[in-house]
């Protein structure tokens, strides 16, 4: 493995860092404090290339490979989470689900604007009654002529009300013994008659994205649009997962290094009993874990990002990537409040936000239980990994940049 970044690599992590530092920094606060996403966004998101970063030119991506995907989401949360969650579903859980899974038709008609900016996509898997257990969702597909009628209600839902599309994954096969092979998966344009949708408010964190819920009733889904063959919703779901929670746990390492940075910046200013508080030792103890788990996450992720560019398996190296990054930027921001004392609890520091922040991924794209049933299976010989055709296709610079 070599995790050396190339000078591409670097010109893609200080392109976004100067959009952040310029463009998101001056206004996060307050998109923060009134629950909204800022207009200028994803427009700004698409412009820039980020929304196809690495998908091939000839799709309207950028053509740069699945590690610039990571670099990319340490970037973004490194400044907020909304901004990456952007990319955990308009890239890791729809795009490079088309590109995986997609015909032709499907990838000039939905990957190509929405590499281009031109176009954002949602992915709709997680229901008000069925979350982790991803096989006993409600929502239906019955096929009816060239057409499939979908119904059912997705929620907590990134961009739901901004997304111009959802990958969809519904029932379409009850009388099949396994339920596993029962779920198909469907490209759902978001202004076909039934569609409605909704914010939701009130959440912990993440206030300056944007979630919600969608519901079909009665929706007319032509069968050109169904990702894969029937049956097969369940396994892209489950490689939609392997691509989300590598731009989870990426992301999550960006939160970890913000908690750093905030922690050292104030603690090589804050006096206390005659000295700056970097000098104590219990508050270096928590600078030193800090240090730590950036790492130790940066590692994990430039592992599940390069067996991705190979085209290998990646299901576990994700999982626990995705597990140990946001369990650590939990303890990272809520240690960081604590070395910012009392002006960590307000927000006049970054700080708050990013416990608040920290806490959704701990829960979405795999809660850190099923990632612990997931290693415990990898260790103990229940689980394994098979059918290769679950893998993104490996990353090849010159038919990416053909
Ligand atoms: N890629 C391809 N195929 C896969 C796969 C993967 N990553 N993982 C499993 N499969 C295949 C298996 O090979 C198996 O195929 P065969 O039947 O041909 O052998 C089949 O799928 C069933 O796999 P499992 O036996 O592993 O399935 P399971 O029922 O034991 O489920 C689980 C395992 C880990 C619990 C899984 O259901 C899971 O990850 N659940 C969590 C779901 C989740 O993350 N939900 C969050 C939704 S998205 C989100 O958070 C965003 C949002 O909306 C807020």
Known sequence: ??????????????????????????????????????????????????????????????????????LVCEELEACDTSLRVVMSVHMGLNSLAILQWGNEDQKQRFLTPQAKGEKYAMFGLTEPGVGSDVANMASTARRDGDDYLVNGEKMWISLATKAHHILWVARTNPERPNPHDQLSAFLI??????????DIHGKLGVRAGSTGW?????????????????????????????????????????????????????????????REIGKHQLVQQKIARMVRDYEMGRLLYLRAGWLKNQGKRNTKETSLCKWFATDASFEAANEAIQIHGAYGYSDEYDVERYLRNSRGAIIYEGTSEIHQLMQAGYAL????????????????EAVWRG
Do not use: W
């Not at 344009?189 to 909704?198: A, I, L, M, Q, Y």
């Open 189 to 198: 344009e978001t202004d076909s008659p039934g569609v409605t949708r909704g």
């Open 1 to 70: 493995m070599d995790f050396s970044l190339s000078d591409e690599h670097r010109m893609v992590q200080q392109m976004v860092r100067d959009y952040c530092e310029k463009e998101v920094v001056p206004i996060i606060k307050e998109a923060d404090r009134t629950q909204t996403m800022h207009p200028s966004i994803l427009p700004r998101l698409g412009a820039l290339g980020i929304l196809g970063i690495c998908l091939p030119e000839r799709y309207g991506g950028q053509g740069f490979d699945y590690l610039s995907l990571g």
């Open 214 to 274: 969608v519901n079909c009733a009665d929706v007319r889904v032509p069968a050109a649009n169904r990702l894969g063959e029937e049956g097969e919703g369940f396994k892209i779901a489950m490689s939609c997962l392997d691509n989300g929670r590598y731009t989870v746990g990426s992301g999550a390492v960006g939160l970890i290094r913000a908690s750093l940075e905030a922690s050292v910046r104030y603690a090589n200013s804050r006096k206390a009993f005659g």
């Open 381 to 396: 010989g229940y689980r394994e990994d098979g059918d290769l055709r679950c893998e993104l296709p490996a990353y090849d």
